[in-house]
């Protein structure tokens, strides 16, 4: 037994030192990402002094970016594992080896989304209080509650599977299918539910018209499932470029295919949604008007969401086209999805909720610059566990950090 | 890519000695300055004051507090507060009387839309003053109708009432069904046997949930410091009442508790010129709130439809 | 078709060199930067006027007859008979319009008791016989403490209400076992000569914690 635990450490040590070994271009990429995160922790600590009034929040947007950028980012968590299904249930061949990059990218994700949530919180002293037991967890009235419940679950189930995969990788072991296949077929469903639970924190709030509607956790998933795969896209090129690991077109353009279907749907929705807003003319669409047309004079998201549907509808129509399965419009097409897809699961679900007020009052919102200092910090803190991720996994999966080339004696 | 991109991994030959000896340095200098940076980038913690004490981030929920742990905190905040105030007040815990459901009822032909209720309340339950927080507002809404996106928040004429509009305060409705206790993940906030949704504000984590959840903007949250000049402050507290809040935590109108469960009418109605508010014991069939809901013909409730049930009634004089 | 990316030169260690320096100095300044807090101090707040406490003030906007002796103040006001003769009903003096025409020893008087003059005869609350006392329409003489009987005695549907204390200003107790409650009578709010509110100036509106943003266009009034 100790001997088991002294092995692990010393994968652990060798794990955790290499995230500190690379060429000028890592350490020229850490380094920058490691500025950025230490700006948004300097901006958090005045936070942390002088209250929320630092954001650009106020009592009738009570929400904002930092919620924004957590919601979207529970989606790519989500939407990460989807990856999964093909190899799981279809035995796609392509994206075997590639699954694993799915999944460490959800544990960067949900990672970011509790950093969001954290920095959102009033009193984040008091997170003690959400402990069962320890605290009142408000189970199961609150979906926050559910939500803390199902993200926590979800980082460490996939914590476990990447984890023991890639243990038994530097074992050159074979892993045990009851330790990992049971937890991933959990997780597929688990994935669904994260985002559905969040969708449903919007949705349950009979107060707001403009979030309770039963097309926000259809709209949620879709939208999910087409980020999160363009972002995977994306990602594995790069890995492709800087690691010789094998990483086939033919897996590319299977997430592709995922991207387009999603696409499609997600613009379905759309269409959906603005006719119910908009073809009834009853006094319930206050919000959507703001959105789309502006309303009594205040139009600050106007030009943002119909960028955003202009980005989406442009890139369902590259992904129809074979015109997408050459990899630089694919690159394109992803971006384009990428950005349409947050602007619209930011600015275009979380701030419109708010404006006007439940009283009917018109408040606008702009994030502050300490804000936004802190989301860059976020946003680089996950790329950093994300590439310190897979500076880890790549040489275990292609064999060259392993048990085997431990050396003699002492540890590193 | 080759190996030698990478410098080399425990047991495989070192190119030289020496270069690897001036890699390490050269990483540790950076880490080191790193770490410095790292240091130096938590520098705002040092203006950190008052943000929490042991006991205040240790304390109990209000309802697992025994009477010996709750006079215990009792006597913390009013140390707390004397300390920042320099005016010792008297905190109570009071609990809620036997039969007693509140309902408020108010006047829509009487309300001229003076704001005093606003700022009764105000100085009646210690709210910050700068940044602003004010449990009511008095929503000016056209004559004939009742679409709150009608409304006028920041009316300002030389004298009211104005003509062609009536006037509509709206504070926490008190709901029997209460969204905002349904959300909330700590169970901060709940409806205590007399009807009042209370928070406990020391157990609120600040996420504002149930800000969202309100279909009346009744809750409003500390964004920064609450400032009350010492001059105005009302040291007649109670726990789930009037005691002055800290930074990160919500607030809301609790039917004025350290009065009415004293017995008395709420500071609003007490101030309103126009005797437009009613307030008193639904269960009680003399109360004049019972008497106004027997009688009165047309009374609402906002945005009824959603279920909340409010124990706030709007009533004409017909 | 797999894309092999040719196999990386690390460069020459000049190349990390360059990055690791151009990190440390930067680690450096950052430090430097957040020890002099450069940027992020966190406005102070537009100052927000506190509000008069005279709009805090609960206390009613005249005071009846009742008040004055409950207080024990001087009451030679009412005392009608220093100038009118006893058994003498005053005379009532109209102008062509049939406006009643105040004499300059009542002038605080304007009177305002209904549309269209309605209420313009002194002496359908004035007891003609007894100054000092009130009239009801059906004949009751009440005294001037009891007001609120005359009141009732036209505004029935509202006298109902003030009793049942759902019209007019109550404070005090509403938990009647543990204390008293003080009924204003309706002379406390309403000039009987002219009962109607005078507008008033509204105290303060909200002051939001970070203002609009946009300047709305005149057409939204918000």
Redesign the interface.
Known sequence: MRRATREYLVFLWRCGRIAFVGDWRYYAWMGVLTVICLLGLNAYAKQLVHGLIATGMSDEVSWGVYIANFTFLVGVAAAAVMMVIPVYIYDNEELHDLVIFGELLAVAAILMCLAFVTVDLGRPDRFWHLIPGLGQLNFPASMLSWDVIVLNGYLLLNVHICGYLLYCRYRNVKPSKWFYIPFVFVAIVWAVSIHTVTAFLYVGLGGRPFWNSSIVGPRFLASAFTAGPAIIILALQVIRRLTNYRITDKALLTLRSIVQVSMLINVFLLVNEVFKEFYSGNLHVASSKYLYLGLHGYHALVPWIWTAIVFNLVAMFLLVLPLSRSLKWLNLTCVLCIVGIWIEKGMGLVIPGFIPTPLGQMVEYRPSLNETLVCLGIWAFGLLCYTVFLRMSVPILQGRLSKANEGPGRPA | ???????P????PAPAAG?NRRSFL??S???T??L??????????L??ED??SVEQ?MQK?YKELTPAEMAKVLKRIENEVEKQYGIRPQVRDLRP?DGVEFVY?L?LTRC?????C???C??ENNQS????I?YI?V?RMPHGSF???????????????EKGYFYMP?QCQQCRNP?CV???????TWQETDGITVIDYN???????C???????AR??????PSI?KE?LNPEMSYLGNQPRH????EKCHFCIQR?R????PAC???????AR????ILDPN??VS??LR??RVFIQL?EE???SPRFFYYF?V | MDEHSPAEDPGPPRKTNLVLGTLLVGFVALAAAFALNLWGRQAPLDAIPLVDPALLDTATNRRSYADLVRAKEDLSDFDCYTCHEKNKAPTLRYDEHQNLLIPTEHSDIVMGHGEHGRNNNCFNCHNETNLKLLQTRDGRALQFDDSPQLCGSCHGPTYDDWEAGAHGRISGFWNRRLGAIKRQDCVNCHNPHAPAFQGRQPAPGPHPLHGPMVKPTAESGH
């Not at chain 2, 410095?36 to 913690?45: I, K, Q, Y």
């Not at chain 2, 001229?112 to 005093?116: H, Y």
């Open positions: 890519m080759s190996h030698s991109d990478f410098p991994l425990q047991g495989e270069m050269r990483t200098a950076v880490l300055t790193g410095a940076a790292l240091a130096s980038s938590l520098r705002p913690l203006e950190l943000y929490t981030f929920y009387m009822a006047n001229i839309g003076c704001r005093k606003v700022h009764a105000v100085q003053r700068n940044p602003e004010q507002r929503l679409d709150l996106d009608q409304s006028e928040h920041n009316y300002a004429p030389a004298t009211v009432p709206v969204p349904k959300v909330c993940p700590v169970h901060a157990w609120c984590i600040g996420c504002r949930y800000e969202a959840a309100c279909p009346y903007w409003h949250f500390n964004f920064t410091k000049p105005r930074q990160g935590v919500m009415t004293a017995g008395r009418y109605l007490e101030v309103c010129p126009a005797g009613k307030f008193g014991n109360s004049e008497y106004i009688t009165k945005k959603l279920g909340t004089d």
